[in-house]
């Protein structure tokens, strides 16, 4: 059975299980020392005056950092925090790092410290941004685009949908909270960081400290989640390095709970207007789709909730428009499926508030503007199922049976409610590079500086280096989240799987190539003298087609050629053509929830879904991936929501107690699948990335479940019990 594709057990879910993965927080080293961020009171103004003594003179401290005796770094940013002034952009901002032999004595220390301030207006009301809000752009798309006259579309519209629909705030809260372990041996810096991404940690702080990029090593054997919110380099990283090396000796930063709301990102809040604009029979004649988002007064961060309207529906004029609002919170950040996540949210349940006023089939009113195309650019697809995923998912939903008529369905004193939607998410990938060896012990080697965050990294790299170097998975060693190792990308955008395996498999095609010529010139080998397509490797064992039951152990060949590794090394860039190709994945989402009609209380009985997302290189990992992201989005529909004090720019429900996500009693039967067709456009695999689609879709699929259940539309997210009362 070939390996790419089947179903195989994590080869790092023992060591997971039993406590033997080591995460950031976890090393340890002699003379370690504890850090802990004092973080501001108020949102805007200065620092006027900061006490200290109390905290520099308690038990175990070894220093306390402030704007006053902090190194001046000059490649510092305002972006983040790091000391170099006593201006406060947010609250929750550094002010102060206090460092103690104890993390115990660090925290009691830090509550001494006592700032002073001079507070100036803040800007803290959304609404009253949107007339100085200024437009934004999304890693260097713009954030205005569109084609045809929507005007003109809407005005010769038959029936029109134009509504508004927000998505609160929205923080990531990942079970492994952010720490930083740094280390200096005089010039050389070494740093155990919580990242998604070894490689651009390790750029940022050359920057950031003016030294090499060789003469600091980053380190992230596990991360436990990420979601977008461990790409950046946030101010505790810096802060970590910059107490290293003041106290000559290492320094451990790890952020409390609380302090994962605010100085690390989140996903911003969105006003989003949509106009839809049809003929009587369905065809779409115009879609506007503005959006407001949040950004922070020292950074913009745009959150592209209208991109995914650019490729999801056949129209001849549409308008996307975004609209950054400056705030006087922390930047915000990319939170699973970016913008893709909440745009989905608001066009999917206004396509489905047109196919009401149409007296359609949601399902029919997507296949009358179904497209083949990119509807903005003309480019046709590298690959696109979607008719096939609606056809798979709604047959295994069973949605021919629904009665199209809002609180139409019962069971029992429950209102009945399904709902659907499109899923999409962007195909890309970015380079990377892999090293892989044929071991003298009998072992294969493989390396890779990608990081693995949950994803399954560690597995996937073991399945195509398998398969293709003629090895079982056992003898294979991973080793990557090291920035000694070949460069990898950062692990975002669904873009590991795409960007990694097909390096992994050139590398090892490589390797196996060498180890065929080795054994083809050496007369000991029982492939001595044959072709090299006459050779094959398998169970790593060499041997001619000739004679297969003359069979040779790769180690054996090494040890008589000085126990030297046999090497392959490759180095790629992205295979997809994008000037002539669009890239996107697509799915179908169907959603049934149940509505207590007295109390309003929501609960999602069972979920479908079908992916359109190119080859599956592990059936498990997808699945868990699907499901992942299928629980995100019931999660965005229905639980949560940041609050914040409008008057100090604080989250009031900075903890795990009352910012709400689901637990497993939330969660029904979730039934997933994957169309499994190669997309060979995209990559040598013909993968593409699953990571984020689940999310996309489903959060609008409740909504409208639970518009079907009750009669009544909720535009603002979540939805809760009040708002359906």
Request: charged share 20%; proline share 6%; glycine share 8%.
């Amino acid at each position: 059975m070939s390996l790419i594709g089947a179903p195989l057990t994590r080869v790092d879910g023992r060591l997971k299980v039993t406590g033997a993965a080591k995460y950031t927080a976890e090393f340890q080293m002699p003379r370690l020392a504890y850090g802990v961020v004092v973080e501001s009171t108020i949102p805007s103004g200065r620092v006027t005056s900061i006490d200290t003594e109390k905290a520099e003179h308690a038990p175990g401290v070894i220093s306390v950092l402030t704007y006053r005796n902090a190194p001046k770094l000059p490649g510092a940013e305002i972006r983040i925090s790091l000391l170099q002034n006593d201006k406060v952009y947010y609250n929750g901002q550094a002010i102060a790092l206090v460092v103690a032999e104890t993390l115990h004595q660090a925290q009691h220390a830090a509550s001494l410290v006592k700032a002073q301030y001079l507070a100036t207006p803040a800007k803290l009301d959304f609404a009253a941004g949107f007339p100085t809000s200024h437009p934004g752009s999304h890693n260097g798309e713009p954030g205005d685009a569109g084609w045809g006259d929507t005007t003109a579309g809407l005005a010769q519209a038959e029936v029109k949908v134009e509504e508004v629909y927000t998505t609160p705030i929205q923080h990531h809260n990942p079970m492994e909270m952010h720490a930083t372990i740094a280390e200096w041996d005089g010039d050389k810096l070494t740093v155990h960081d919580a990242t998604q991404a070894v490689t651009s940690r390790q750029q940022y702080l050359a920057k950031m400290f003016s030294i090499p990029e060789e003469n600091i090593r980053v380190i992230a054997l596990y991360v436990g989640g990420g979601f977008g919110c461990k790409g950046q380099t946030w101010s505790h990283v810096v802060l970590a390095a910059m107490a290293a090396k003041q106290v000559n000796r290492p320094v451990k930063v790890m952020m409390e709970r609380p302090q994962m709301f605010g100085p690390v990102g989140a996903r911003p809040g969105t006003h989003q207007r949509l106009s839809l604009g049809a003929t009587k029979d369905g065809k779409l004649t115009a879609i506007r789709h503005e959006v407001h988002a949040n950004t922070s007064v020292i950074e913009d961060y745009l959150e592209s909730s209208a991109f995914a309207t650019r490729v999801m529906y056949n129209c001849e004029n549409v308008a996307t428009i975004h609209r950054l609002v400056p705030m006087n919170l922390g930047t915000p950040t990319y939170m699973r499926a970016p913008g893709v996540a909440t745009g989905t949210y608001a066009l999917e349940v206004a396509m489905d508030e047109l196919a009401y006023k149409l007296k359609m089939d949601p399902l029919q009113l997507r296949l009358v503007n179904y497209t083949e195309v990119d509807p903005g650019t003309k480019k046709p697809f590298t690959e696109k199922n979607l008719r096939e995923c609606y056809k798979q998912a709604s047959e295994r939903f069973g949605w021919s049976k629904r009665t199209p008529e809002p609180r139409s369905m019962r069971d029992g004193s429950q209102l009945i409610g399904w709902g659907m939607a499109t899923e999409t998410y962007p195909a890309r990938g970015l380079p990377a590079a892999a090293r892989i060896r044929f071991q003298p012990n009998g072992r294969v080697l493989v390396e890779c500086g990608t990081q693995e965050i949950g994803n399954g990294v560690y597995t996937i790299i073991t399945q195509v280096a398998a398969e293709t170097l003629g090895v079982s998975p056992e003898i294979i060693d991973v080793k990557i989240g090291d920035t000694t190792l070949p460069k990898g990308p950062i692990s975002a955008g669904s873009m590991t799987t795409v960007s990694v395996t097909p390096a992994i498999q050139a590398a090892a095609t490589e390797a196996r190539e060498n180890l065929i010529k080795l054994a083809i010139g050496d007369n000991q080998s029982p492939a001595y003298g044959a072709s090299a397509d006459q050779i094959e490797i398998k169970d790593g064992r060499i041997a001619s087609k000739s004679s297969p039951d003359k069979l040779e152990p790769f180690a054996t060949l090494i040890s008589r050629h000085g126990d030297q590794p046999v090497e392959g090394n490759a180095s790629l860039k992205p295979t997809l053509d994008q000037k002539q190709f669009a890239a996107h994945s697509f799915g179908a989402v169907f959603a049934e929830v149940g509505v207590d009609p007295q109390i309003g209380v929501v609960r999602v009985r069972r979920i479908v879904a079908v992916f359109d997302v190119g080859k599956i290189i592990n059936q498990r990992l997808a699945q868990s991936q699907f499901i992942g992201g299928i629980v995100w989005g019931v999660s965005l529909a229905l639980f949560e929501d940041t609050h914040m004090d409008p008057k100090l720019g604080r989250f009031t429900n900075a903890n795990l107690a009352e910012y709400l996500v689901p637990v497993n009693a939330d969660i029904p039967e979730i039934d997933v699948k994957a169309l499994d067709i190669p997309d060979l456009k995209v990559d040598p695999l013909g993968c593409r990335g699953i990571g984020e689609i689940g999310i996309t879709g489903t959060g609008a699929a409740v909504a409208n479940a639970i518009y079907h259940a009750t009669g009544k539309r909720v535009r603002d997210l979540p939805i809760t019990p009040d708002k359906l009362l």
